[in-house]
């Protein structure tokens, strides 16, 4: 059983899921980094950033290792990629002295 913030357990048939890795529907990124995982995605998968800026990272970071502003996306193409690091990553537009 679980509680209606979290989402069920994997699903066993063809349908992709995306999720975070503790799986709840919904995570702060102003805390920590979270892992999101993929399972049974037609990639390319595209990653948008929405009110905020992101830090995004593969496990090895070669692959991806990507600074978004709010607005802007990356497409992912490499199968290989299953799991995804992120954090909330502000970065600064302007510097007033």
Same mark, same amino acid.
């Given at each position: ?25 919904? /995570? ?37 290792? /990507? ?5 802007? /996306? ?13 954090? /909330? ?9």
């Amino acid at each position: 059983m679980w509680r209606a913030d979290y989402l069920p357990p994997f699903l066993l048939t063809g349908m992709f899921d995306v999720r975070y890795s503790n799986r709840k529907k919904t /995570e702060r990124l102003d805390k920590e980094m979270q892992r999101i995982e993929m399972r049974r995605i037609t990639y390319p998968v595209k990653v948008r950033a929405e009110k905020t800026g992101l830090s995004i990272t593969y496990e090895t970071r070669k692959i991806v290792n /990507e600074r978004l502003k709010s607005g802007e /996306e990356i497409t992912i193409s490499n199968s290989t990629i299953s799991k995804l690091m992120l954090f /909330e990553d502000i970065i600064p537009d302007r510097c007033v002295l």
